[in-house]
């Protein structure tokens, strides 16, 4: 047994039932085998079990009261996982299904992601298996506040730097800030993803949705190709999907589909976004209610059946381990020639082994492809630390720039050890040989 099996066995022993964890977890080792192969001090220094373990782990009680006066009672986690090159940043997901093993495979690939920014910036993630659907202003006031009061004392400017995910947008984010600075009576930049009037950066907002179609468009770029007419589905209808549909409109393609929880409309004559936008961002509806307002659209039930679409390009946006196995050899066998990842995780092992095996397809992983959401995060960060605000097309253009330098490094790293166009290796090796370098010469810590 090799020195990444014996790692990857022990993890799953260790950390029992933590499915999506173990996933994870054996998506990035074993890519990396060539690596430590030529280096072997690293086992000896038990990087690798190092690296799988979180530095800390924060678990805690957030009660809050509705607006019957009933009195609820949710989890609460924050992963500290990684600082070798930075302080720990990574997002809150407030959404039912978040439990340990979701929070610890979101923090893993975030060390990895964060490296690859080029950045500053360590790995860590936190939430909640609190729904905020259905809840008033108030309630979620009352749940934001009360996850702060216990929050604050592990998070800090140089320390943590939590941001929004899934169920965590801007008006989360501006209670959970009111709150630290209560509390803390500091304004700093504890939190990325702040309003534009309160310290955060233009452009944050859009960078994840944006940052996929930069480094996608960059692949397409170097093939003589691009996204003109490109036939496009995009999972999700939150934040990193809207702003992928924006960007991939602005540049010629053909968004046909987008989904929800519920299901997914089909558009053929191409999705009108600003629709969208007013049931999603403004009304917070279902998505239902777009083909009631746009003619020629079909509303579906059930999300999967988007995969079946043919299309050019896929983008799945919404959350873990939407694409499987089947829905992936459907689209590959519709001819799929692009699929990028906004979201963390979409795609299950047998879903990313297809991809990768089909000559046709060019597949780009999301700790690289969705990069851009934690890169500008940091460009939040130093413009607070400095007293600054940028410009929107100063912190577009930089972002841009990261994103086309993520995709030469994990193209450059997959070469340099015989993997040429196999993203998944790049991108992990590239994130990992940085972290690595940092935690060697941290010394045993
Ligand atoms: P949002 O909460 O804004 O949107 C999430 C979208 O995905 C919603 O349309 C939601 O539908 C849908 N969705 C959530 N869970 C499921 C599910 N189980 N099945 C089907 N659809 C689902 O989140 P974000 O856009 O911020 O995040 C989307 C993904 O992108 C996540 O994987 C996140 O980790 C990743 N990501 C986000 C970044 C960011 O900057 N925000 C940065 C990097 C990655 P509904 O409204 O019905 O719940």
């Known amino acids: 047994m090799t020195y990444v099996e014996r790692v990857l066995e022990d993890l799953i022993r260790r950390n029992p039932g933590e499915t999506e964890f173990h996933q994870a977890a054996t998506e990035i080792l074993m890519t990396l085998e060539p690596v430590i192969n030529a280096h072997p001090e690293y086992e000896k220094s038990a990087l690798l079990e190092r690296l799988c373990e979180p530095e800390r782990t924060i678990l805690f009680r957030v009660p809050w009261v509705d607006d019957q006066g009933k009195v609820h009672v949710n989890k609460g986690y924050r992963v500290q996982f990684n600082s070798a090159i930075g302080p720990y940043k990574g ?97 700093v930049g504890v939190l990325t993803g702040r309003g534009i009037s309160y310290g955060g950066s233009l452009v944050r907002k859009e960078a994840t949705g944006y940052g996929l179609v930069y480094i996608t468009e960059e692949a397409m770029r170097l093939r003589g190709d691009s996204f003109q007419d490109k036939i496009t589905l995009i999972s999700g209808s939150g934040n990193v999907a809207i702003y992928a549909c924006e960007k991939a409109q602005s540049l010629g393609a053909k968004v046909v589909a987008m989904y929800d929880s519920d299901g997914y409309i089909h558009d053929p004559n191409g999705i009108q976004l600003e629709v969208i936008k007013q049931i999603k961002e403004v009304e917070r509806r279902r998505i239902k209610e777009y083909a009631n307002r746009v003619a020629g659209a079909t509303y579906h039930e059930g999300c999967k059946g988007i995969w079946t679409i043919p299309c050019d390009v896929a983008l799945p946006c919404a ?120 935690m060697m010469a941290h010394g045993i810590v």
């Open 91 to 187: 997002g809150l997901r407030f959404h039912p299904s978040v439990n340990l093993s979701v929070i610890k495979f979101l923090g893993l690939e975030q060390i990895l992601k964060n490296s690859l920014t080029g950045l500053p910036i360590g790995g860590g993630k936190g939430g909640s298996d609190f729904d905020p659907k259905g809840k008033s202003d108030r309630e979620i006031m009352a749940f934001c506040q009360s996850f702060m009061t216990e929050l604050f004392r592990h998070i800090g400017a140089d320390t943590d730097v939590p941001a929004g995910d899934i169920g965590v947008g801007a008006r989360e984010i501006g209670y959970l800030f009111g709150q630290y600075k209560r509390i803390c009576n500091e304004h």
């Open 319 to 438: 959350t873990q381990n939407e694409i499987d196995g089947e829905s992936a050899e459907i689209l590959v066998k519709n001819g799929v020639k692009y699929v990028a990842e906004g979201a963390n995780m979409p795609s299950t092992l047998q879903a990313i082994n297809t991809f990768l095996q089909a000559k046709q397809v060019v597949y780009l992983p999301a700790k690289a492809a969705n990069a851009g959401g934690v890169a500008t995060s940091a460009l939040e960060m130093a413009q607070s630390s400095g007293r600054l605000f940028w410009e929107a097309e100063k912190v577009d253009s930089k972002l841009q720039k990261i994103m086309v330098n993520i995709y030469h490094n994990i193209d450059e790293a997959a070469k340099k050890y015989g993997f040429e166009g196999n993203y998944v290796m790049g991108a992990n090796i590239a994130g990992f040989e940085k972290i690595a370098n940092s």
